[in-house]
């Protein structure tokens, strides 16, 4: 169960920035949105419209701003949005997966070729690269009691614990298995951290320091798209790299 979790390798994100918070609201209100419609507004019986709204108050959105998203999402009207997934490769053959919420196809596949193109990825077809990344879930605890934590989720159902030098725990869960097993924690009274269904690659790809910076600059590009929802990559960036950056 021991060892080094690259799970922060997952996604590349920039640091807090007050210039982008407007942006990274208004993805979440989109999101509240169409999981209220897709879902209902009941939080107990739409799992979906938990998670983004968990995700939404770790990024520190305002109660009342949430609710008005979803009371946006119970009003019936034309404008529907579809859930689209992009696929291409980064340089070094690194995959890349792009999760978008769109009303207009057109557009947002415009945004994302244009985006890999000038970083000096490739746009490819569907299945090219989602056969490199396994969905499941994970639960991230920065402290705790790593016998408690540990015994708690392998009886829900855990697939695997993950524990790091620095005292931080990985709970590893399947898709259907991961809001069973986050509430059983949190009932325990063992808070995480962070928890989302994320796709985990199976292999990593290592990078450069020349070849890291081109490709930060294709993953930026396309999480600042506003159409996207979540950006996966497979690429193994150094901490050292990333000092040096």
Known sequence: MAGHSKWHNIQHRKGVQDVKRSKIFGKFIKEIIIATKTGGNVIENNPSLRMVIDRALAANMKRNTI????????????KNYDEVRYEGYGLAGTAIIVDTLTDNRNRTVADIRHAFSKYGGNLSIEGSVSYLFIKQGFINFKTG????????ALDAGA?????????????????????????????????????????EPINYIKLNLHDTKKFI????????LDDTRKVYHNADISDEIITQI
Not at 70 to 78: A, E, N, P, Y
Request: net charge negative.
């Open 217 to 224: 600059k294709l993953i930026d590009s396309l999480e600042d």
């Open 145 to 152: 009691d790593e016998e408690q934590i540990i015994e708690i």
């Open 67 to 78: 609710e008005n998203a979803v009371k946006r999402g119970s009003i019936v009207d034309d």
């Open 159 to 199: 697939k695997d614990i993950i524990t790091n030098d620095n005292g931080s725990i990985y709970v590893i869960t399947t898709t259907k298995d991961f809001f069973t097993i986050r509430n059983t924690l949190i009932t325990a009274r063992l808070e995480p951290s962070h928890s989302e269904v994320t796709m």
